[in-house]
C-alpha cells in the first residue's frame, strides 16, 4: 500500500508569497502530524490533527502559518507573506491513533524561498 | 517540558562492527521514547519506540535500545553494523500526558560506515 504522500517534493518561491504544502496520509490513519526541519533548528512539531480536529497548535511559529484537515484525510500546511526563516524541510506523518505518536513520515517538501 | 540530548554529532565505524548511539532526556515522568533513521532526502523511519513493560526494546533492521531510568538514557545498539545502516539517527521523547502529543526530537546523530 502507499504510504504518507506530500506534495510538492521541491517548491522554490519568491519573499512575500504564499504556500501551500499538501499532505496525503496513509488511509484509515486518524492521527496525522506536522513537522519542520532546518539546519540551524533540527526537528520541530508544528501542529497534530486527531482527525479534522487540530487540539494542539502551539507548535505553529506565527499567526502567518495555518493547517487544516478535511474528511479526516488529506491535509494541507499554509504559510502566507513568506520569509527567508520558513526554509525547511516540511515533514508531514501518520498513524492509525493519536496514542502511538508519527509512525510514518512522508519524504517532506523542500522550501525554498528567495 | 522534556528535552533530548544526543551528545555525539557524527559517529565512524567499520562494518561489521558494533554500534552505541546515545540518547539522554529531560522529564518529569517516565515518558514515550523513541529511535528514527533518515536516508538523504527522506523521511523518517521509525526504528522502535518505549512506551511501558520491557526496557530492552527490540526493533526492525536488528536494532535495540535499552531504557535506563537511572540514567535518563536510552542508548540504540546494534552488533554488527552493514554498510547500508549509514544515515542519521534521531532519539524523540513524548509527554505522557493527553493533548500533548508532540514529540521532542534530538539534534541527530550522523553514522558514517567505512568498508
Known amino acids: 500500500g502507499a504510504g504518507v504522500s506530500q506534495s510538492p517534493s521541491n517548491k522554490v518561491t519568491e519573499k512575500g508569497k504564499d504556500v501551500e504544502l499538501r499532505c496525503d496520509p496513509i488511509s484509515g490513519h486518524t492521527a496525522l502530524y506536522w513537522y519542520r526541519q532546518s539546519l540551524g533548528q533540527g526537528l520541530e512539531f508544528l501542529i497534530y490533527?486527531?482527525?479534522?480536529?487540530?487540539?494542539?497548535k502551539s507548535g505553529l511559529p506565527s499567526d502567518r502559518f495555518s493547517a487544516e484537515r478535511t474528511g479526516g484525510s488529506v491535509s494541507t500546511l499554509t504559510i502566507q507573506r513568506t520569509q527567508q526563516e520558513d526554509s525547511a524541510v516540511y515533514l508531514c506523518a501518520s498513524s492509525l491513533e493519536i496514542s502511538n505518536q508519527p509512525q510514518h513520515f512522508g519524504d517532506g517538501t523542500r522550501l525554498s524561498i528567495l | 517540558a522534556q528535552s533530548v540530548t544526543q551528545p555525539d554529532i557524527h559517529i565512524t565505524v567499520s562494518e561489521g562492527a558494533s554500534l552505541e548511539l546515545r540518547c539522554n532526556y529531560s522529564y518529569g515522568a517516565t515518558p514515550y521514547l523513541f529511535w528514527y533513521v533518515q536516508s538523504p532526502g527522506q523521511g523518517l523511519q521509525l526504528l522502535l519506540k518505549y512506551f511501558s513493560g520491557d526496557t530492552l526494546v527490540q526493533g526492525i533492521k536488528g536494532f535495540e535500545a535499552e531504557f535506563k531510568r537511572s540514567q535518563s538514557s536510552f542508548n540504540l545498539r546494534k552488533p554488527s553494523v552493514h554498510w547500508s545502516d549509514a544515515a542519521e539517527y534521531f532519539c524523540?521523547?513524548?509527554?505522557?500526558?493527553?493533548?500533548?502529543?508532540?514529540?521532542?526530537f534530538g539534534k541527530g546523530t550522523k553514522l558514517t560506515v567505512n568498508p
Open positions: 490533527f486527531q482527525g479534522n480536529s487540530a487540539p494542539d
Open positions: 524523540a521523547v513524548g509527554a505522557r500526558q493527553s493533548g500533548s502529543e508532540k514529540l521532542v
